[in-house]
């Protein structure tokens, strides 16, 4: 089966900028989560989707940070305005069901300068 | 307080050898389950072992075997038989299962070398 796919690769902004990730995870798989790898660090979770529904966004910035997932399937997590602090690799995952197993992507590595 | 320490930040070991990465948790929950990931170089999160709370077995997968013992919270990883393919970040993580979420809480991380 195709895995997680996560675009862009990387992405290099200014300060203040916005951007925004892609997500599309494997087909059929019902929860998606969105990760926050600081260098040095662990991942954190920032939000997790149960279909198209939110089921945890408790560590989310949402003064800044916003996400969604259409119609259940794929997901997009856009900063606005952009911090130093940002800098990070953001990982999507995605699981078949609400305590199964994950499959991660390979992460887009934002650079904010 | 953290729900996952990893005190090894780098680790080295010798080709064909085996090596030990050291994980302890904390968590009042009585049912959780335990991971260990492997990221290299290129960013991915690899699943390499799970090992469930009530599990009466310690989780064996190739040459990757989890060390559980529970009354230390301790989940160490071990990987037999070393490969230069080993080397990369190594993450210990854990979910709690009685609250029904399934977010994953990691460490952070031990940078493993192998060496020729």
């Known amino acids: 089966e195709a895995g997680v796919a996560q675009s862009p690769r990387y992405k290099i902004i200014e300060k203040r900028q916005s951007v925004a990730f892609w997500c599309n995870p494997i087909?059929?798989?019902?929860?998606l989560y969105w990760y926050q790898q600081i260098l040095g660090q662990g991942p954190k979770l920032l939000i997790q989707?149960?279909?198209?529904?939110?089921?945890?966004d408790s560590q989310l910035p949402k003064d800044r940070f916003s996400a969604e997932r259409l119609k259940g399937v794929d997901s997009t997590l856009k900063i606005q305005p952009a911090k130093l602090e940002d800098s990070a690799v953001y990982l999507c995952?995605?699981?078949?069901?609400?305590?199964?197993?994950?499959?991660f992507g390979s992460g887009t590595r934002l650079t904010v300068v | 307080a953290q729900k996952i320490t990893q005190t090894q930040p780098g680790m080295f070991v010798q080709e064909k050898e085996a090596v030990t990465l050291d994980c302890t948790y904390d968590t009042s929950d009585p049912s959780y389950g335990l991971f260990w990931y492997k990221q290299p170089s290129s960013g991915e999160m690899i699943f390499l072992i799970y090992q469930g709370s009530y599990d009466q077995q310690n989780a064996t997968e190739g040459r990757y075997s989890l060390n559980f013992q529970k009354a230390r919270k301790s989940a160490n990883l071990v990987i037999s038989a070393s490969q230069l393919g080993d080397s990369a970040m190594y993450f210990c993580a854990m979910r709690e299962l009685s609250t029904g979420a399934n977010n994953l809480f990691f460490g952070t991380g031990t940078r493993l070398t192998v060496i020729p």
């Open positions: 995952a995605s699981s078949f069901f609400k305590l199964g197993g994950y499959t």
């Open positions: 087909s059929g798989h019902a929860t």
């Open positions: 989707f149960q279909n198209n529904g939110v089921v945890d």
